[in-house]
């Protein structure tokens, strides 16, 4: 069974520009999450979908954003990109009402 | 809301030594806990985990943790080193996050684990 997939691996951005980052969940799961993993930071959560809706977002601006399509794959967008975005971006996935979450190898952003 | 501490940031133990990496947890009611572990440039992999039933859990490549509810603590084990065990790993706690709202996970800033020749 193939597990949670995110793409792309690295992303490079300048600052200011927008980023896209996508997740694909492990087939069955319905819930997404997304976390930052920034130097010295540690692990934060960052956005929670779950049926198409967003359930519950982490301590971030509005310009971190994103949205789940009918298949359950997730979209995050981070818009107006700073330096301190730079970071490891996971993806889980888990069965809907679980605490049991999977995850992705990450997205390692870099905005120059 | 919960909270979760890791006791160490860092540990370093020789190639066929116990391991030991302590987690202390704070939860208003009956918490789910979870190890997870990261080797670099990776995403987390999920060790054990436990859900109020034994309080002894055995999880992957030999890691096990036992749930203490007098000592709010949750450490996790492992008998004999390999050097495949150097990695990041991370306590982590489910429940209400801060902030109130929906239940999450928690995560403890972690205990980079060096195993020594």
């Known amino acids: 069974e193939a597990g949670v997939t995110q793409s792309p691996t690295h992303l490079i951005k300048t600052r200011g520009q927008q980023a896209t980052l996508r997740c694909s969940p492990i087939s069955g799961h319905t819930s997404v999450y997304w976390y930052q993993q920034a130097l010295g930071l540690g692990l934060q959560f960052l956005l929670w979908y779950d049926e198409g809706e967003e359930r519950n977002r982490g301590n971030f601006p509005p310009r971190f954003s994103g949205r789940q399509f009918p298949n359950y794959s997730s979209e995050l967008n981070v818009n107006a990109l700073e330096l301190e975005d730079s970071a490891l971006y996971l993806c889980a996935s888990s069965l809907v009402g679980s605490s049991e979450q999977y995850f992705g190898p990450g997205t390692r952003l870099t905005v120059t | 809301a919960q909270s979760v501490t890791q006791l160490d940031s860092h540990v370093s133990v020789s190639e066929g030594t116990p391991v030991l990496l302590r987690c202390n947890y704070s939860s208003s009611y009956s918490p789910s806990l979870f190890w997870y572990v990261q080797h670099p440039n990776k995403g987390l992999q999920l060790l054990l985990k436990?859900?109020?039933?034994?309080?002894l859990v055995k999880g992957i490549n030999g890691f096990e943790a036992e749930f203490k509810k007098s000592e709010t603590s949750f450490h996790l084990t492992k008998p004999s080193a390999h050097m495949s065990d150097a990695a990041e790993y991370f306590c982590v706690v489910y429940g209400r996050l801060s902030g109130g709202g929906a239940d999450g996970l928690t995560f403890g800033k972690g205990t980079h684990l060096i195993i020594q020749p």
């Open positions: 436990y859900t109020s039933a034994a309080t």
